[in-house]
């Protein structure tokens, strides 16, 4: 059955799109128009412009476009989202992000100590991860998807949560919100160890363990997330089920979900080791070069004399 019978306000999300828009013209307006010619504010380079777009490009298309319908009707897709959205956006949209707007914004005397909590590497991979596994008990995701508020302040959670997990080993600014070294390979590989639970629930459950992708009745009020309510009315007594739009079997569709989850992770965790790996050899590069040179023009005069 097409996608088409639930409208283009559920396919493509107008009104979703036009805030991703507002939020385009609002970064430009900070890091240009309000950025000024202050000097202690450097000016926004055009790779971090490239990336913010990206960022809100890859926001559209998973939670705008029909992908955010079929992670409602598929679980694949829902871990597809949640991958983006947790996994690849967060360490994108700090890194795009000039310095000195985050220097302001951590410095709020309301966001201050939030940030410097949240973002101990201790707290920030228990507290997302935590809160990630709690989202993904059948009990507790069949509930939240059963209202629209609750739904959309878990996602926000999780976005925000998001932020502070990746800012440890993406953010630019000196000092004690940055990791080094051993550390950052450590907390690399803690974050891929602590989702192992979340994921093998999800794959090695027997049977397929969310009823707001099995059961036809729970599975049309979850649809209330994406579908305007005048739609869903008419479609009422249709006798629509998740079924009518693929052709995988729930269970099949759920071990598939965790595994992309799982993949998708590991490829970018594997990406920030690299990453880690190569920024650790040229520090030591440099550094040995500086040692070099110290001892160099220390043996000159003594050679001299």
């Known amino acids: 059955m097409p996608l088409s019978i639930f409208g283009f306000r559920a396919l493509w999300s107008p009104y979703f799109m036009i805030f991703v828009l507002l939020l385009i013209a609002g970064y430009f307006y900070i890091t240009i128009t309000k950025r000024g010619n202050a000097p202690e504010r450097e000016s926004l380079k055009p790779k971090q412009a490239v990336l913010f777009i990206v960022a809100m490009l890859l926001l559209y298309v998973t939670k705008g476009s029909p992908v955010d319908l079929m992670a409602h009707i598929m679980f694949t897709f829902h871990m597809f989202q949640m991958a983006f959205l947790y996994l690849i ?18 410095q709020s005397k309301y966001l201050n100590p939030i940030f410097k909590f949240m973002t101990k590497p201790l707290i920030a991979l228990l507290v997302f991860n935590g809160i990630f596994s709690i989202y993904h008990i059948p009990v507790v995701m069949d509930a939240v998807k059963m209202n629209i508020f609750v739904h959309a302040g ?3 959670l999780l976005f925000v949560l998001a932020m502070f997990l990746w800012w440890p080993l993406t953010n630019k600014l000196e000092g004690v919100y940055q990791l080094h070294g051993l550390k950052k390979v450590g907390y690399v590989l803690a974050a891929g160890i602590l989702l192992l639970p979340a994921c093998g629930m999800i794959i090695f459950a027997p049977t397929a363990i969310y009823a707001t992708y099995t059961d036809g009745e729970m599975w049309m009020k979850a649809m209330a997330l994406c579908v305007p309510s005048s739609t869903l009315s008419g479609l009422a007594g249709s006798g629509l089920s998740p079924e009518l739009f693929t052709n995988v079997a729930p269970r099949v569709d759920q071990q598939l979900g965790g595994v992309l989850m799982k993949v998708i992770q590991e490829i970018v965790l594997g990406y920030m080791l690299v990453k880690v790996f190569f920024a650790w050899y ?8 500086e040692i070099n040179k110290a001892a160099l023009l220390q043996h000159r005069p003594n050679h001299a004399e």
Request: glycine share 4%; no cysteine; proline share 10%.
């Open 282 to 289: 040229e520090k030591e590069q440099k550094e040995g070069e």
């Open 89 to 106: 956006i967060p360490p994108i949209l700090i890194v795009s992000i000039p310095n000195w707007v985050w220097k302001e914004l951590i």
């Open 154 to 156: 878990y996602t926000i």
